[in-house]
């Protein structure tokens, strides 16, 4: 079955405004709604990813001087999906509990494997 790469990006608001901080109440229902997630899509998650950190591009040239967006502003996390298709791989990304909403997106890309 193919595997998909899910990318969650942070999206510019039109505001200019991060979102608000959950209470612990929402929190503890996030936890509630994450599992039931990965309950139901047990069979589709190969890898949950993670959040990323400190990070250096390589290159053959030394990198150029001046304000450069890292990756991961841009890139919160990722995780790693099976699917037969990438419409379910996009399904199994949409109902991820907070991947999708005000402030971030998630993008999906099929990985090719010889």
């Given at each position: 079955m193919p595997k998909y790469l899910c990318m969650q990006r942070n999206l510019p608001s039109a505001d200019g405004q991060k979102g608000h901080k959950p209470s612990p109440?929402?929190?503890q229902e996030m936890y509630a709604q994450f599992g039931a997630w990965q309950a139901k899509?047990?069979?589709n998650l190969v890898d949950m990813g993670g959040k990323l950190g400190q990070g250096r591009l390589v290159t053959?040239?030394?990198a150029a001087d001046g304000?450069?967006?890292?990756?991961?502003?841009?890139?919160?996390g990722y995780m790693i999906v099976s699917a037969a298709?990438?419409?379910e791989a996009i399904?199994?990304?949409?109902?991820?509990?907070?991947?999708?909403?005000p402030?971030?997106?998630?993008?999906?890309?099929?990985?090719?494997?010889p």
């Open positions: 109440a929402q929190m899509f047990k069979k053959t040239q030394p304000p450069l967006v890292e990756v991961k502003e841009l890139v919160g298709s990438l419409d399904e199994v990304a949409r109902e991820c509990p907070g991947l999708v909403g402030g971030s997106g998630v993008e999906v890309i099929e990985i090719h494997t």
